[in-house]
Structure formats: structure tokens, C-alpha cells
């Protein structure tokens, strides 16, 4: 064994980010980028080095603003309605169309709706014209030499259109800061290659270079360098040569491999700090080597996205000169007690939603490693050192991903999550853009409970109950208490063995489980209680089966250890074995519901769900999904 | 003179929108387009036009969580921290990084940092593993099959990650709708071009362009058309042959113009609306010719960009599949009357600060010409038809422009508005990129009584009172009432006789005006005032002086009417005249002022901005502007 170094000393996020703005200020590099000349054209969103002041006023002389006649309007102080007066054309009056100059001599235009004809080179008035009327006076809207830009801004359409207007061809904007990405890690591929077992996918690179692209940076991303110390020095030394603004080193998932990325900056730089306390993310290297900043980026992908949030995009940021974004805030209720480490600053992902006028957060998934608890969430949750977490029913301070108008536009399911609630989702969407189902999984009861706690808009659910033979709706009268609920049938799914391809055990109804190799579910899943009745129903006792104790946690799990040949079988979803391709031996059709309180039924929200689930495009799609039947799917139980 | 139809027949807004979307329907251009597939470092802020599912499951084998060894948990139930359990390295026990897959046979890991070295072949371990305790279960982020994106959504870099981990290199996103845009009109040049008299420079095509782009479309701009019907014809025909989704004919400044372009779409398609009830932009013109929407867009840059708003914006994103974006709104109260036109939805471009508490809206000029009243605008307030308006201290409703928390930390300075005020503005911002001061340009006079209704944090004004011979205190003490105000000097201003170059007729004092043709101010400006006191002094009397009753509004228009010949000379600042090229004759030093009620002076905002007018290089810089002077900046009078 080589010998490592496993403990990491953490600091905390502020006092890391004041040791990189230190060390920043030391190199000369805490400052914005110098400017850059950039036509007009390509200016849109970049953010101005300098204030841009008027090359010339706008409208550069006094012209027409309507199209008409102008006159001096001394000279038609006696006109009335009454009383017309004349004016010869070429002498006291000259034809203008908006934005001709105003000839010499004249300051007011005469409407030409308001003026007849004469003769041939005269025409009539019939009201005095005051000063400048109807004349749009040189620098009305931008006066030479005055500041049409400032400093610092990011460039929007209008302003594209100012710079012109005052005699801009050009702008000078914050060069881009470059950003060198390399990823690291034996184990990773490029994502345009085909992973085998013990491979993974490297992505990381794409997230943090879009983040920084985002940001208005530009990132070029290196080939992935695999765990040699060697190999990462002589990377980190050419990207250091290409001089850019940020180097970051992407571990890989194994810890040894920040050990290399830390050796690496010391070797060539300076250690500023290993280690933050922060979490998810906690392994992130702080150095500086040759002037530049690096930074070692943790392996797991939700550490990688929130490094790239609470680190390289306020870098980006201060180069452009641009002040820190404080984004969009709001105060929700948590659905869920969130314990959180006392020495971190605790990232939570949440999910939200308004439920019954109160605005909820639910955390998400909180492992690094669950990408998609990023992807997934409506913000972002502080639970700040030195807090010990946040009870059920306790406040958090979100930071939104989304407007708080989409939020307010969504609706919250939770409970047992079926795959094909996506699908609803994608036909909710199609039919009406502003509305959005978002499902959180917690399982039949927990969605139930959810429900009673008024948490959510509406809860899956697949209990059945042996002693009624029934699905659903013996639970709701057991747990919901008073909560006046309705049931309406999303689907039906087919349940039965997962074996493996070719069914070589030959494996064909519930009796033949005896003596084989079982994967079983976990106790109180709706599988589980499923399987326990047919079995039962049987005579089959759990202690003739071999692997009964084996407890997977979902469908795909069960069809994973099939897979694996860990087991012979496992009850499941048809759905899950189809995924990986195994076979399948159905044996029953269970039914899968929406429970829906009586008080949310007439909202907007639930009712365009309703729509969308009786939408016959949609019942057509969902019973055309392999183990899926639709023909009651909507109806009310 | 040919014949023009001068009365438009304008429609309401949402009746245009209703008449273009039904055209859009029967031509089969109201979806979202179809999709092209992209590489995902290509896809960033693209939208997805279908849902994304997973390809494999993330991770897509059981792996290590942690750096360890991974084991079989029922073979390590015995292990106690009295009594360690030595597992063989190989057959019991085998050594794996984070994110390693699991050896078969084993489902749990136990951390490196658990374990002790026996031999060299074991090792020893002190508690029992528990079933899958440090592993990262298949799928624990991604499950084959499961929907990763939905459909219609923008691409985030995150969204990007989730993609390439579960098994995507390319993802279907919607073509980017293209726009042709043909700028018409005789008077326009190209703003790479300089423009003489007469010739104004075309930038509406960089607006609308720019528009397009951040709205996720793509725009090519045609050379400018003249106003000519055969020319404009042939140019909107090889435009729909490109077929693109959008044809946009940009009009000229002249009414003239729109005819054309109305009968060329009418000549090639059908004419759907002509004059929209909206202010400003009430000329736009609906077509659709070839099934493919013509917008006419008028010629003035506020209608321009607005058109591109309320028609442009929402056509891109009903192509892309997104729904109309809910920009964030607020309540403010106006500071001043809005008169508004009966007909027309009126857009009312606004400042906003929150001063003493309150939200308030300032309306910007009015003009159609005006575009920095958009780019100087915090937001937008809908006065909708059939309001005649809002009175002084009436509450709008306001689209923000900028998000809140800037306004919030806005500094909002009303009166006199002096060009160097734009340095103090950019003085502020290096020093605090949080802070932000916006002047709004009323009058020394209006600044004063803004204040004594709580409408702004500071006032500038140079008010001369004859009586005492001093400066500004005088009408604090008539103006404000009771409220306890400071002056702080902002600079010292030189004020004179602006003259032609090169001063043809040797003007060098007051007394040489007797005589000359003056281009005088508004009554009631401190410039008149301070030019009327210098008269007395010198015992000239008004009627003495041609063009004593020649009243402009402006130190540039003065300096303008003398650059144009039409007076001999003109009192005004110095700066005005050098902007013009005039020479200039210095009569008197003047003290320009910032008044600030004491209720505001302990204010964050008001002491950043005492700060950075007292910054010592503020103050270098201000002093070496032509006519000022700084050595009082920033001392209390």
C-alpha cells in the first residue's frame, strides 16, 4: 500500500474564498480583464471596460418629426381657423418628411394632414405654428460627449442600438477570461465513447465549461489524464504555459486522486487550501501557481457543479467586472427534517411547490454523487456551520433556479414514483406551457402521509390490501383521517418474475420460486406485499425459498441482481426487466392511482392534470408502454 | 404630391396578436419547429425538442463509494471493536477505489480508514459491515429508461451532465428560428458609415437582430432598401424565397415609408393589420405572404424595440416551444401625472428607486425617438386602453428591467442634470458594483420640489438668488419647508458666451452682446437667471439684444442654434460649446449642488456616494474636465 494522506483539514467556504482573493491580489490578477474592440454586431451580452460616451448627438441636427412643412413659426402667428393664411412654397414653407433636416430659417413643422392646397406652389394653414413644434431637436436623445454606457454593464439589445445612434462602430468589452479544464481519473472516458464495467463516463468537463460559458468565460477542455503524477504535473504545467485566467484540475472519483491534484499545485505552486468546508463539495484544492489560480475540482458530479457555482463563476464574474448576481430568494416551509453536518455549510437541493397557499421545500436526493438532485431542483437551500439542521415544518431560505412564477405554476406528487408519471408530465406540458408536475418519490405510504400533512398537490400510490383484495383506497380511509380524497386510476402495471434472458430456469408462474435464488423487495413496498399474497395464495412458505431475505430497494435494483446472476429471480415491474433486457414471467395486474384531496380538486393546476391524464393522445401512449394498460386510466374510483 | 392614406386603422394589441396567431394556424407555422441533434458541448441554452430519456443507468454498475475494501456483509457480522474479524485480502476482502465496480460475491465496503493491517496478505476490521453500506447502488442517479430533460426546456449546464452521464453524445434541440430583416428608407446609412446632414444612421436592424439572438433565434440583416416600391417589392420577394420563419421590414423614420411596405405585402400575400392600438409603435404592419409572417416595424427606435418585444420575442419563443416568459413585476408609486391616449395600450418607460420606504416610478421621456428613455429604463408600466392615465402619486404596476435588489440599491438624484454627474455615476460603481446612481433631468427647480415630496435621495441644482448673490441655500430655505437639507458641492462650472469658431465678431465680454443676435434660455432657468444678472450689472437692457426672445432649453441647443448660424452667440457652459467645436468666452464661475435631506445622509447609499465624491482621483478627474473646477467637491456649504 502507498502511503496517503486521508484526513483533509477543512476551512471554512468564506475564509477559503478570502485566502484565493489574497493570494489573487498578490499576482496582480483580483482585477478585471482589460478591453477588447469588438464591432457592434458581436457586443450583444458582453460587459463594457470602459463608460461609452457620445461620438455624436442623436439626432445630430434639428429635424422633422412628422411629415409636413416647414415653416418659421414667426411667420404664422396670424393664422386661424377662420382665417387661412398662405405660404408659398420655397419661401416661407418646404415639404419635409420625418427625419429631413429642418431647411434654414424655419423651426416648426406644419402637420401635413393640416394644411390644404392653394395653388400650385402655395399651400394654406390655418393655425398658428409655435416654436419647434413637431421637431425633433438635435440631441434629444443623446447629446455628444454624454455617457450612453457605463462601465461594467452587460450589453442588451437597446444598448447596441444607443452606441450607434451615437456614432459607435465599435466597443470596447471585458476580454473573455480563459479557463483550462483538465479532468483526471483513470476510470473516466470521454463521454463520446461507450463505458464498460468499471469505466465511467467523464462529464464533469462539459458542466463546469458550460457554467463558465454561461458566465461569459470561455473554457478549452483537455484530454483526461489518467492517476500518475507525472502525467498531471506535465498537464497542469502546459496549461499553465498557455497563460490563461483559471486552471482547474477535475478529480476523478477517488479520493487518492485529489492527493495527485494537490501534489501537483505544490509542485509547481502554491497550496492555499485543501479541503472546505462545504457539502456537498468538501475536497476542493485552492492553489496558485504562477500567478494563476488553480483549482482541484471534486470528482462527484453534484461537488463538481456546486464548485463551479460557489467558486469559478464568481471568478468569472470579478474578471468581467461585474458585481456578484444576487439572484432570486424565497422563504418555504421544509416538508422534511434535514440533519445536516454542524461544521459545514450544508448545500440542500429542494424541490418546490405552493401547497394549499404555503410555500414548501422538499429535499432532494442528498448524496454527491445524484446529479440529477441538481437537475432536479427549484433551488438551493443554505443550512449554514454551525447549525445542527432544520426540523420538519422548520423555515428555509431558498435560493431559486427557476422564476417563482413556474413555481407557483407547479404541481407537487409524491409518493411511489412510476416511471410513466413522465410521461403526464411531458402531455401536461404540451397542453398547457406554464404548468409543470414535479414527483418526488417517497413511496405509496409516505406519499399518503405527504398528503395528510398537506405537502403535496396529489400522491401515487399501488397498495394492495389482502384482506379486501383491493388497491388504494382501504389505505386512504386508514391514514388520511379526515382529508376528503379521490382516487383516480393513473394505470395499470404489470407485476411478476424478473428472470434472466432465455429464462433458462424455465421459470413460469409463482409456484416454480420454490428453491430458487430469489432477489426479494424491501418490507412494506407495494411488490413486496404483492409477492407476500401470491405466495400465500400458493401455500408457499418464505422459508422454501432460498435469497428470501435478500431485500433490494427498487424494481431496477431487483432486475439489476438478476442481471448480475446474484439471483435466479425477483418480483418486479415488466418495465424493469426490459430495461436491462431480461425476461419476464407476468403475473398479476395491479393498479396504480392518484390520490387527490377534494380541496385542491378544483384548482386550475389540478384540473389541467386531470385533462391532460383523460387526454385520449395521452391514454394511446401510456397503453402502448410494454407491461402498461391505460383503458381506465382517469376514471375516479 | 402623391396621394398617401394618412389614417391608420389601429387595431388593439391583443386582437393583432389574435389575427397573426390565427394566419400562423391555417399556415401551419403556430408549432414549435422540429429538431436538430446537437453535440452536447454544442447544446448549452438550447431548448430540447423532445423528452430526453436515459440511455443506461447512472452509475450502470454497483460500485465503491468510498476508497476501501469491499466485502460480503454476512461474512463480517461477528466483527467487534473488541474483537476484530481478520479478512483474507483476495478471497475475503478486496482492495477498491471510489466509483471501482464491486467484486462479485461482495456487497458492502468497508472505508481504509477502518482497517487495520494484519499481514500481508489481511487484514483486521472492528464492527460489521451492514448490507450495501458505502456503495453507490446502479442507477442510484439515473435509471435506464427514465426521462432525464423534459421536452421544451432550455438546456442548463447541468442538464448538459445529467445527458452525458446516463449515456447521451447528442441531443435533439429546436432549430433555431431564422429571421430576414431588410432596413428600408432613403435617409439611412449603415452606422458603419458616418452620416451627413440629413442622413441618419440605421441601427433599428442591431436591435431587433440582437433581440432575436438572446431570444434564441437567428437574424440576418439585408442591406438597406431605398424608399422605392419595386426595389422594397424585390427585396421582401427574395427574402421569402430563403423561407425563413420571420420576415421583419424595417420602415424608415418617414409615415411614407409604412405605405410602402403595407403594399408590398400586400402585393405578395395579405395584409392582416395596419396601426396597432399601442404606444409607442402604433404603426406596426401585419402580414403574412407565402405562409410566412411579415412584420412592418416602425422606423422610431423606442417603437422598434417594443414591436420587437410584443411581437418578435413571443414568435421565437412560441417557435422554440417555450412559454411566454413571466418577467418579474412591482408595484410603484408614479412621481409624476401620466397622461396617457385614451386608444392605446401606452408602454411607459420608467426609472425606479426606493426612496423612504417606497417604491417610485419615474415616467422617461415619452418620444418614440428617444431610446435611451429604454436604456436608462428600470422597467416598463402598462397603462392599459381606456385609462386616461395616472395621476401624480397613482400606483403602476411595473415589468422590472433589472432585478429588484439593484433597484434597491439605487440612488436616485432628480434636478438639474449636469454631464459630469455621469462620472460621479461611474465613480460610485468602481468603488461598489452594488450601487448604482441613476439622475433623472427635471430642473434645479423640480429637483427641490421632488425632494419635498420624497421623490428622490438628492437634488442637483445651481440656483443663483441676485438678492444675496449666492448660490442654491436661498431656495432650500423657499422650496423645502421643513425639510433639514444639506448642500454638498458637486463642482464649480464655468458658464459664458458660446460663439462660432474661431469668434468672427471679436466677442470677448457681456458688454459685446449689445447688438449681436442671441440665442437665449427658457425662463426660469439658473442659466438665464445668471445671464439676466449680468445684464443689470452692466446696464444692458433686453430690448437692446436681437434675440433676446429666442428661448432654447438646453446648453447644447443653444450651442447648436450658434453652430448653425442662427444666432451670433449664446450663454451656456463651456462644455457645451468645446462639444460642438465653438469657441467660448468665460463670464462667471458658477457652484452646481447636490442637495440631500438629512433624514437620507446616514443612508449606506447616500455615504458611498459622499465617498466617492470626496475619492481624491473622483476629484482629479472632475477637475481636469474643460470648465470645472473640484477644489470645493465635496465639502458641506
Redesign the interface.
Known sequence: ?TE?K?YLEDIPLAAARAKLQAALERAGKAAPLAGERLP??QA??RVTAQ?ARARR??????CA???GYAVDAAKTATARENKALALRLGRDAFPV?????LP?GTNAVIM??HVN?AAEDSLLIYAAAAPWQHV?????????????????QRI???????L??S???EVLVRRKPQVRIIPT?S?LLP??Q??G??Q??E??S??????I??AGGEAGVSAIVPDDFQQLRAALASALAEEPELVLLLS?????ALDFTAAAIEDVGELLAHGIAVRPGHPVILGLAQGIPVIGVP?Y?VSA?LT?ELFVIPLIQQWL???P??P?RVKAVSTQKIASPIGDDDFVRVALAEVGGRMLATPLQR?A????S??RADGLALIPRFHEGIAQGGTLEVTLYQ????IQNTLLIMGSHD?ML??L??RL??R???RRLVSVNIGSLGGLLALRRGQAHCAGCHLFDPETETYNAPFLRRYLGGEDCALVTFAHREQGLIVPPGNPLGIASIADVRGRRLVNRQRGAGTRVLFDYLLAQHGIAPADIAGYAHEE??H??VA?AVA??IGDCGMGLR?AAE??GLDFVGLAWERFDLAIPRRYWQSAGLQALLAALRDESFKRELGAQSGYRSDETGTVV
Do not use: C, K, W
Open positions: 500500500m496517503r486521508i457592434l454586431a450583444l451580452q463608460p448627438s442623436s439626432p445630430h441636427f434639428h418629426a412628422m411629415d418628411n420625418t427625419g429631413a433636416p434654414p401635413i394632414e392646397y425633433r431637436l438635435m440631441g434629444e436623445d443623446m447629446v455628444m460627449t454624454e455617457t450612453v454606457l457605463q462601465i461594467n442588451r439589445p437597446v444598448d447596441i442600438g444607443a450607434a445612434g456614432g459607435h462602430r481519473g476510470e463521454h463520446t461507450e463505458p464495467r468499471g465511467l463516463t462529464y464533469n462539459l458542466v463546469l465549461a458550460a457554467q460559458q454561461e476523478g472519483s477517488s479520493a487518492g470528482g458530479p457543479a463551479g467586472g461585474l458585481s448576481s444576487a432570486a448524496g454523487g445524484v446529479l440529477t441538481l437537475t422564476p417563482l412564477e413556474r416511471p413522465d410521461l408530465a411531458t406540458r404540451l398547457d406551457g406554464q430497494y427498487t431496477l435494483a439489476a448480475d446472476g418495465s430495461a436491462l
